[in-house]
């Protein structure tokens, strides 16, 4: 066991660096695209009603399709449609931030809407206009209250993201599938790998809370169980 | 109320006021005048649309059809070169806004922001105070509802009393010319009803222009210079708090009187 794991992890630890560098930069430029496209999405659901069920369309379409079915349409049907990705990782990086930002899209709708409506309704009678009044006061909040929610988000998106080997990105799951096919050993490779993952998203979750937890204790919010 | 005071142009008027959720009417023709500084009390049951009107004064609820004028402007509509008036745009609705106060029953303070920087808000983002500048009036207003030792405080960890309090010093900061209450002290506990009702009665002495809606019957006999009854979306009685109380015209009103009387 030991000897396996020095024969085939130890060795392709440079690799699975490798690998893993891949894995977060096309999850944090995914998950950034995601809350941009989400929060637009969002947007235009609650206040753009003339575009609000190409809104809605959007969302359920993100939400309804699987993961595996949006990166293969746009590796391979987008570049003929439109002439992009040009690359197998934007490929990724799309098919990943379009699945996230529908989801992330009712998180935040649910975080708008869950705020007290007396809240904004202070901010118009001290003479606030709406989009004012959201950038001071609902926002910030609505932030605060979704922060479980985005994070848990993050997660799924690093997990997804183990899917992206198949049109060939060279992303931490990639790279020990190759190992694993090269020596058929793969039960200390795979459990490595795992952990990895696994430190990953708890490093990157531990962060967050602690960031919104700091700012629920300042407000005298009580912390996230 | 003597001549000379009577002849004033009104702070506030209403004229003809209506609104109806669906095919349901709150308010039916509500008209009357007010002066600078004097307080109004409204008075009437539950559902009677005391809400409904306060939230007509500021824009807050879109009326069904009427205008309300503030110092003779109206609220909402713009007048156009030919005398008419068309609907207002949101910028100039919020200036309005920004001229009449507003106490909510259940406070409303912004939970992530301290009891100064509640204060300070509507200065800074709508008036475009300097920081410095706002700070000075928000203290100022602060000590006005004796919170001064509470300005750093976040609302979570004030009581409701205090955080009513800090609401209505939010509310004054921005200098409005009438400040409006809506049962400010009905989500509070009955010890703490004392502290929001003395602030309130120091600012009535002190000449501002108020109307609140309230059940404390004594606060509207003692403090206010005219009481108005509700009921059903119209007013019923419309007098000084002594006939009002005292010799009421209407029946309704005889009765309600008599059925908040402990
Ligand atoms: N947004 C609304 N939609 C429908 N009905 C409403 C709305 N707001 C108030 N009402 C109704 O209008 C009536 C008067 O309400 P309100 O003004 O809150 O009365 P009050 O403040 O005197 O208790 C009530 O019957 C209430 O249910
Ligand atoms: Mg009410």
């Known amino acids: 066991m030991l000897d396996n794991f020095n024969r085939f992890v130890i060795p392709n630890l440079g690799l699975f660096m490798d690998g893993l560098t891949i894995t977060v930069r096309i999850c944090a430029i995914a998950f950034a695209m995601a809350v941009v496209m989400g929060a637009i999405a969002c947007l235009i659901r609650l206040y753009v009603p003339v575009l609000r069920y190409f809104a809605i369309a959007y969302i359920e379409f993100s939400r309804a399709t699987p993961i595996i079915v949006q990166l293969l349409w746009v590796n391979y049907v987008w570049p003929e449609l439109f002439g992009f990705p040009k690359s197998v990782e934007w490929a990724g990086i799309i098919a990943l931030a379009i699945q996230s930002s529908g989801y992330l899209a009712e998180t935040f709708r649910s975080g708008i809407e869950g705020l007290a409506r007396g809240q904004v309704e202070a901010g118009l009678a001290v003479g606030m206009t709406r989009a004012v009044a959201f950038r001071r006061i609902v926002a910030p909040q609505a932030v605060l209250v979704m922060a479980p929610s985005i994070i848990n988000q993050f997660a799924v998106v690093v997990k997804a993201s183990t899917l992206v080997s198949i049109i060939a990105i060279p992303d931490l799951m990639y790279d020990a599938l190759k190992v694993v096919n090269q020596w058929f050993e793969p039960i200390e490779v795979l459990t490595s790998v795992a952990v990895l993952y696994i430190l990953t998203i708890f490093a990157l979750s531990a962060t967050a809370k602690r960031v919104a937890d700091h700012f629920r204790g300042k407000y005298g919010l009580d912390a996230q169980a | ?262």
């Open chain 2, 1 to 262: 109320m003597n001549n000379a005071v009577a002849e004033q142009k009104p702070i506030l008027e209403c004229r003809d006021l209506r609104k109806a959720f669906g095919a349901f009417e709150v308010l039916r023709s509500i008209s009357f005048e007010m002066q600078a500084g004097v307080v109004l009390s409204v008075i009437g049951a539950s559902g009677s649309g005391k809400s409904t009107l306060l939230r007509c004064l500021n824009y807050l609820e879109q009326p069904s059809s009427g205008v309300v004028f503030l110092d003779g402007e109206p609220i909402g509509l713009r007048r156009q070169a030919d005398g008419g008036l068309k609907p207002d745009s949101p910028a100039n609705i919020a200036r309005m806004r920004a001229q009449i106060g507003m106490v909510f029953q259940q406070f409303n303070l912004w939970p992530h922001m301290s009891a100064l920087e509640n204060v300070i808000e509507a200065p800074r983002q709508v008036k475009g105070l300097k920081r410095a500048e706002a700070i000075e009036i928000g203290r100022h207003y602060l000590g006005k509802v004796n919170l001064l030792d509470k300005a750093d405080a976040y609302p979570a960890r004030l009581s409701g009393g205090q955080q009513q309090r800090v609401a209505i010093a939010r509310a004054l900061a921005m200098q409005p010319k009438v400040m409006l209450f809506d049962e400010a002290t009905s989500a509070l506990d009955p010890e703490l009803t004392g502290e929001v009702l003395d602030v309130m009665r120091a600012l009535a002495e002190e000449g501002t222009t108020m109307v609140v809606v309230t059940h404390e019957m004594r606060f509207a006999r003692d403090v206010s210079d005219r009481v108005m009854f509700l009921h059903q979306g119209v007013i019923e009685e419309d007098g000084a708090p002594a006939q009002v109380f005292g010799n009421p015209a209407s029946e309704r009103c005889r009765a309600f009187l008599s059925s908040v009387a402990h």
